[in-house]
């Protein structure tokens, strides 16, 4: 992959990296201040239901950060773009849907037919 490609990368998931770790402590900070004061019942409901909702989008955030800095180190060592399964190189077009995808797509297809035939 040519260095311009890189830095693109680079900026992308650094910049999603920064956006994830702000709405990260916005999240946070939220859940420490929201408190429920009512007595009613469906009251005490939805604000669990709401801060279920949050925590389990948090995960999802936490996960995303991890392949992201994952992504990052890659671009470092040089070996971005490269899939983990064939060692072949990840498409662009891929890269730029997903830039935190570790297998190109065939390798991806394969194992997401094997997980349909397995029944994961």
């Known amino acids: 992959m040519e260095y311009q490609d890189l830095e693109y ?3 992308i998931l650094t910049q999603s990296l920064n956006d994830l770790l702000k709405k990260g402590d916005e999240t946070v900070s939220l859940l420490l ?3 429920v004061d009512s ?3 469906i009251d005490k409901a939805t604000f669990e239901a709401d801060r279920s909702f ?3 989008m948090r995960d999802r955030e936490n996960k995303l950060i991890r392949k992201i800095e994952k992504s990052l180190t890659k671009i470092d060592e040089g070996t971005f773009g490269i ?3 064939c060692g072949e190189d990840i498409a662009i077009k891929r ?3 997903r830039p935190v995808a570790t297998y190109c797509i065939v390798c991806k297809n394969r194992m997401e037919a094997i997980e349909q ?3 994961v």
Do not use: H, P, Q
Request: aromatic share 10%.
């Open 9 to 11: 990368f680079r900026g």
């Open 33 to 35: 201040e929201s408190t």
């Open 39 to 41: 007595s009613d019942f």
């Open 54 to 56: 949050r925590l389990r």
């Open 83 to 85: 899939c983990e399964l």
């Open 95 to 97: 890269l730029k849907a």
């Open 117 to 119: 035939v397995a029944g």
